[in-house]
Every structure is written in C-alpha cells, then in structure tokens.
C-alpha cells in the first residue's frame, strides 16, 4: 500500500507541478516508449482519430521486433562480386523477429531501391544477398551492411503511424 501511495502521489506531483514547468528535456526514455509516446500524442490531437482502431500493442510489438533485430541478432557478411551476402542469425523469439522484419523490409526496399534482393529464411535466421550492376550502388550496398539495409527507407513512420491507427501497414 505504501508503494501504490508513494507512485500516486508522485504521479500527482508530476503532473500538477514539472509537467507544467519547462523542461530541457526532450527523450521520453527508452526508444520504444517514446515512439509510443509520440503516437498516442499525435491520436490524441487528431480529432478525426477513430478510437476503435486504434492498436497501440501492435505499435509495441513491432516495436519491440526492430529492437529484438537490432541488438540480438548476429551477422556474418561476405562481399559478392556485385553486392552483399548477409548470413544473420538468432535464436529464440527473436528468430521469429528476425523473419517478420526482413520480409516486410525486403518488400518495403525493393519498391524504393533498383537492387537485387533475395531473403532465403533458415531454420537458425536469414540470408539475405543484395546485389547491384552499378559500382556506386555495390558500395553503399556494402557499406550500409545488413542493419543499415533495415533502416532504408523514408517508409519506417508511416508504417508505424497506420499501425497505431489500427490500418494494415501494407496496404497501398
């Protein structure tokens, strides 16, 4: 009971007195919650928000995959003669992670980027080869690697914003 007072009270001294101050601050915190931060603040001031599609635990989980990719994957890359080949691996539920990001991303990049992309899934990750005829392109390929391939793209907040909103991600 203590515990549940101190947190009220200090939600109460938050909100009626530092929420109300300027701050210097401008992070929410970690990653995820600030993403998810930003997007409930955009539904709330969108008065034509449709509250009963609205899906913020799809945001999360999501949310949550990019960041199960990112920092627990391993990858093994090898230079082809016009590209890239990435062997990426995991374990876990972040092997199913790893799968739902790359096939959404593969489909997302090859719209936007001339390249060559071929995902072959494994039973222990992904391998992934991005090839290009053009020298220019075979060295950014090669110097974005496999997590600057994921980050391609001007597509990374619309597709979180129609998550949010309760809209297929996918939809054109």
């Known amino acids: 009971m203590k515990h549940t007072f101190f947190w009220l009270t200090l939600a109460a001294a938050i909100s009626g ?8 601050l401008t992070e929410t915190g970690q990653a995820t919650f600030a993403a998810i931060e ?5 539904l709330n001031a969108d008065p034509s928000t449709d509250w009963t599609r609205v899906d913020i635990d799809a945001l999360r989980e999501h949310l949550l995959d990019m960041d199960k990719v990112t920092v627990q994957t391993t990858v093994k890359s090898t230079h082809l003669p016009d590209g890239v080949r990435h ?5 876990g539920d972040v092997l199913d ?14 719209a936007e980027d001339p390249w060559s992309v071929l995902l072959t899934p494994t039973s222990s990750g992904t391998t992934l080869d991005i090839r290009s005829s053009s020298d220019a392109d075979i060295e950014r390929i090669r110097a974005l690697g496999f997590y600057g391939w994921l980050a391609l793209g001007a597509h990374h907040q619309a597709h979180h914003w129609a998550m949010a909103r309760g809209v297929d991600p996918h939809q054109h």
């Not at 007195?17 to 210097?24: D, F, G, K, L």
């Not at 930003?38 to 955009?42: D, I, L, M, T, Y």
């Not at 062997?87 to 374990?91: D, I, L, N, Q």
């Not at 992670?97 to 090859?110: C, E, N």
């Open 38 to 42: 930003e997007a409930v603040a955009k």
């Open 17 to 24: 007195c530092a929420a109300t101050q300027h701050t210097p």
């Open 87 to 91: 062997v990426v691996t995991a374990k």
């Open 97 to 110: 992670s790893l799968h739902r990001m790359t096939q959404a991303h593969a489909t997302s990049v090859h």
